[in-house]
């Protein structure tokens, strides 16, 4: 991933709104902290789920931290419009190249390291896990959201942004798709995960789905733990785990099956 990042000039976070934002209300950039840029038409969805559970807690840790820009502040005129209709003619409305480019310079002058410039798009490539491990071996990373029809082309040249697609689907904006790709890296951030193997025998770690899971009670519905996973024999669960994953891998994804060495 190409980019330009720029240095933190050690301004504070800029944020917006109360409750759900107080955890990025009011703090010094960290130095040392992950962080995630989010470039948005609705900073108020931010943290969202982000704010609670692990990637939560981490959050208050300070192990990463958020700083959300406000789109609208960039708007041109009274009503601070950011889109226009677009050229040559069609339905929908693209973010400006002006508004979202003044956005961009803003935000990323508080950049820091390496911090990849990427945004939300359906026509992007695949997230994938390794792409979610390489971005949290960063400094950090700066999302752009889009809306409507998508930002116009000049921009996404010019900073010579990566595009990423969470599916083969469209959604209303880059939001939720901004959340994913945080959450997908923050847990990878060392002293999120409880557990450190967690990161490393979950699906797509090593190409392959995960094997079942099954925990108490020992029976329910007619249904029992197969007992290799109670047979107290690591060898064999080791066993059963990588041939269960490589029976789901082949049977739901042999797209993933087709890319394994089989030597």
Known sequence: MTDKPTKSIGRKS???SAKPQE??????????AWTAQVITLFP??????????L???????GIWQLQATDLRRYGVGKHRNVDDTPSGGGAGMVLRADVVANAIGDTRRKARGRMPLLYLSPRGVPFTQKIAQDLSEQDGVTLLCGRFEGVDERVLEHYEIMEVSMGDYVLTGGELPAMTLIDACVRLLPGVLGNAESAVEESHSNGMLEHPQYTRPAEWEGRTIPPVLTSGDHKKVAQWRREMSEKITKER???????????
């Open 14 to 16: 800029v944020q917006v």
């Open 23 to 32: 955890l990025m209300t009011d703090k010094p950039q960290l130095a040392n």
């Open 44 to 53: 108020d969805a931010f943290p969202g789920l982000l704010g609670e559970s």
């Open 55 to 61: 990637t939560g807690k981490a959050l208050k840790d």
């Open 253 to 263: 994804r042999p797209d993933l099956w087709a890319k394994q060495d089989k030597t």
